[in-house]
């Protein structure tokens, strides 16, 4: 069996297409890709694919993962192709590699976010951001299905800064950009949980909705202070490993057989 592993991203509109959803479309594309899934066992089989951390609905992402288990060895880069062409666009496949280590979701320990808050000024920003990271913990309010919650969300977060405003925007025409490195931890600390918190320590509320991005999601570096790419590792593995039965008998065929 072998096991392949997919980065994703959520894009445009697509990034209010729930969890679920994506595992109805991805699942279309592996048949209209003809992959060779490996299935549970039971009454009711299922393709073999592990999904790590989902952002949630509502916010776009440069950064999903998953894994697939095959029947057959495939080429990761091919079978990427194939199915990047099997879904619609904003959900796109821009990475594959074999996996070669243990423990995805494991190294799933951080995430870098943005957060375009339109209608709020550069310094109004800053302003906030500084009163959050100068608090020793900032609580908000979640409800959840077990009814309000209360927790901290300063703890979780690495950094948060107020980058300046994209250069087409005026005076007249405001926009905020935030840059959030949180860690994962439980419960999970979310991008609104940090813009609630900054409502509450700074009175910080944008006239609409923040549009949220995951740009990155890893292991978090404390020494340089970075998101690590958690698929790194597999590649290494693939580069030091010997070739796969699958790549060796693709060096071995004859020029132009098919």
Not at 27 to 48: C, D, I, N, Q, W
Not at 122 to 130: G, I, V
Not at 150 to 179: H, K, Q, W
Request: net charge negative.
């Amino acid at each position: 069996m072998q096991r392949i592993r997919l980065r994703y991203t959520k894009r445009g509109r697509l990034r209010f297409t729930s969890h679920r959803d994506f595992q109805r479309a991805f699942e279309r594309a592996l048949r209209r890709a003809e992959v060779p899934m490996a299935y549970s066992a039971g009454f009711t089989p299922h393709p073999k694919v592990s999904y790590a951390n989902a952002a949630p609905t509502g916010t776009g992402s440069e950064a999903e993962y998953l894994e697939i288990a095959l029947t057959a060895a495939r080429d990761p880069e091919k079978l990427r192709e194939l199915l990047d062409e099997s879904l619609p666009d904003g959900l796109d496949i821009t990475d594959a590699v074999e996996a070669r280590t243990s423990g995805l979701a494991d190294r799933l320990t951080a995430s870098v976010w943005e957060l375009r808050l339109e209608g709020v000024e550069h310094a109004e920003a800053e302003r906030a951001t500084a009163a959050f990271l100068g608090a020793e913990s900032v609580e908000v309010q979640r409800r959840t299905k077990n009814g309000l919650r209360t927790f901290d969300t300063r703890g979780a977060v690495v950094s948060l800064e107020a980058l300046p405003a994209p250069a087409d925007r005026t005076a007249d025409n405001a926009c905020a950009i935030l840059r959030l490195v949180v860690r994962h931890v439980t419960p999970a600390v979310r991008p609104d949980d940090v813009l609630s918190g900054l409502r509450a320590v700074a009175d910080l509320a944008p006239p609409v909705p923040a549009a949220v991005t995951r740009l990155a999601q890893g292991l978090f570096d404390e020494e340089s202070g970075t998101v690590t790419d958690p698929l790194a590792p597999d590649r290494e593995a693939v580069t030091a490993a010997p070739p796969t039965a699958a790549a060796a008998a693709d060096a071995k065929a004859p020029e132009g057989s098919a």
